[in-house]
């Protein structure tokens, strides 16, 4: 499974991530995408930890930010995703997104007008 969280509202994104992350049963990995580097995505992909039963949760935040990011999300699909990105994505941009992951579930996060 692979989540697109992307919008303005960040508290309401924040609560969803939360609640993702409350959810989950096994180790959770948080990455900061504009950094991320092939190596450290597998190392963080193959890493099992003593205690590790099942499947990882990888949160990745802004991977849009980094230019070569298609290149680093081969083996990422045997492990749950969630891609977080603090701005409303552009329909290029999510379809970008859907490329690289085939199965991806996108949920936008808009301010309530007042």
């Known amino acids: 499974m ?3 969280l992307h ?6 994104l924040k609560n969803r991530l939360s609640q993702i992350k409350d959810n989950f049963n096994g180790e959770i990995v948080h990455l900061d995408g504009k950094t991320l580097t092939e190596e450290l995505l597998s190392q963080n992909l193959d890493s099992n930890s003593l205690f ?3 499947k990882k949760l990888i949160i990745i935040d802004s991977l849009l930010a980094n230019k ?7 083996n990422i699909d045997s492990n749950e995703v ?3 990105e603090g701005k409303k ?4 941009q999510i379809k970008t997104f859907q490329k690289l992951f085939p199965n991806l579930k996108e949920e936008e996060y808009k301010i309530d007008p007042v």
Do not use: R
């Not at 919008?7 to 309401?12: H, P, R, T, W």
């Not at 994505?89 to 290029?92: M, P």
């Open 68 to 74: 070569s990011f298609g290149e680093k999300t081969q």
């Open 89 to 92: 994505l552009t329909v290029t």
């Open 2 to 4: 692979t989540i697109l």
């Open 7 to 12: 919008g303005e509202n960040q508290i309401g």
């Open 52 to 54: 590790q039963t099942g």
């Open 82 to 84: 969630i891609l977080t």
